[in-house]
Nanobody, 123 residues
Framework: QVQLVESGGDLAQPGGSLKLSCVAP????????IGWFHQAPGKERVGIAC????????YYVDSVKGRFTIARDTDINGVILRMNNLKPEDTGIYYC????????????????WGQGTQVTVVT
């Protein structure tokens, strides 16, 4: 099983930017379909972005479309999530996971969940 590790979470102001990283130590994620998930405080984990394998087509839920970008980063053999124009509702823990499909479903993930990385957007 591939164990993914997330990093890059931090405090940010509304309108600010962050870049999250997802890597699998000892592995390259080049051939995996990878999704990012967001778990807001007191809420369920939901998929927000997915990067297909093969053609690298990105998919986004409406709430992040135009603000977040998912992409492969060859420097880290991983996948990043660029977050721009952050909003308070973006606060939460962000997880990445290898997926069977880009349907944004938690159940589509395989492999163990990592610890996630905390993003807090406050004024």
């Amino acid at each position: 099983q591939v164990q993914l590790v997330e990093s890059g979470g931090d405090l940010a102001q509304p309108g600010g930017s962050l870049k999250l990283s997802c890597v699998a130590p000892g592995f390259t994620l080049d051939y995996y379909r990878i999704g990012w998930f967001h778990q807001a405080p007191g809420k369920e984990r939901v998929g927000i972005a997915c990067l297909n394998n093969g053609d690298n087509t990105p998919y986004y839920v409406d709430s992040v479309k135009g603000r977040f970008t998912i992409a492969r980063d060859t420097d880290i053999n991983g996948v990043i999530l660029r977050m721009n124009n952050l909003k308070p509702e973006d606060t939460g823990i962000y997880y990445c996971a290898p997926l069977y499909s880009c349907h944004f479903a938690v159940g589509d993930s395989f492999g163990p969940w990592g610890q996630g990385t905390q993003v807090t957007v406050v004024t």
